[in-house]
T-cell receptor, first 113, second 113 residues
Framework: GAGVSQTPSNKVTEKGKYVELRCDPI?????LYWYRQSLGQGPEFLIY????????DSGLPNDRFFAVRPEGSVSTLKIQRTERGDSAVYLC???????????FGQGTRLTVV | GDSVTQMEGPVTLSEEAFLTINCTYT??????LFWYVQYPGEGLQLLLK?????DKGSNKGFEATYRKETTSFHLEKGSVQVSDSAVYFC????????????FGIGTKLQVIP
């Protein structure tokens, strides 16, 4: 596609439930990032994929968070046993090989009630 | 680790005023520097970038110069418009290898007529 696509755009879930957030990067982009943005804050790094593998997952806050990118394109961020503190906008970005510019999606607004 | 420090907002200016948003960085390597903008209700967009020392990035009347000696990348615009009201994020990425984008906390700009 023309840009980074994230679905759903909004997700409301109950505390304790499991959620999956999807990211479709720009076609051909090898690098893919997940960030979390809380109200009034800058994007906080979660995980970075280069191809299919997680090159850096140091930003995942705990083991309830997990992300995959099985074919090196689409990625899914998975959150187990959601907590109210997980409420935020989850951003995905992709970057082409040899480029320094990351392109961001519109984000998924997750609300845990 | 790598970090970006930018002035806290909100910044409120009258239309046609001069804008400066300060940004300084700390990096273990040699970074590329960026300003991203987030308009109300929209996703992050790249505003401008600079990839080496003394480079000047510019777009939509905004400018920022990569100053290695002061580790700074201040954003400036000579005459702001109401439509410039947004949140501005300074960011860096280290060149080479598997690297993440590191963001500042964001500076909210409000331009009043």
């Amino acid at each position: 596609g023309a840009g980074v696509s994230q679905t759903p755009s909004n997700k409301v879930t109950e505390k304790g439930k499991y959620v999956e957030l999807r990211c479709d990067p720009i076609s051909g982009h090898t690098a893919l990032y997940w960030y979390r943005q809380s109200l009034g804050q800058g994007p906080e790094f979660l995980i970075y994929f280069q191809g299919t593998g997680a090159a850096d997952d140091s930003g995942l806050p705990n083991d309830r968070f997990f992300a995959v990118r099985p074919e090196g394109s689409v990625s899914t961020l998975k959150i187990q046993r959601t907590e109210r503190g997980d409420s935020a906008v989850y951003l995905c970005a992709s970057r082409g090989q040899g480029s320094t510019e990351a392109f961001f999606g519109q984000g998924t607004r997750l609300t845990v009630v | 680790g790598d970090s970006v420090t930018q002035m806290e907002g909100p910044v409120t200016l009258s239309e046609e005023a001069f804008l400066t948003i300060n940004c300084t960085y700390t990096a273990t390597g040699y970074p590329s520097l960026f300003w991203y903008v987030q308009y109300p209700g929209e996703g992050l967009q790249l505003l401008l970038k600079a990839t080496k020392a003394d480079d000047k990035g510019s777009n939509k009347g905004f400018e920022a110069t990569y100053r290695k000696e002061t580790t700074s990348f201040h954003l400036e615009k000579g005459s702001v418009q109401v439509s410039d009201s947004a949140v501005y994020f300074c960011a860096l990425i280290l060149t080479g290898g598997y690297q993440k984008v590191t963001f500042g906390i964001g500076t909210k700009l409000q331009v009043i007529p």
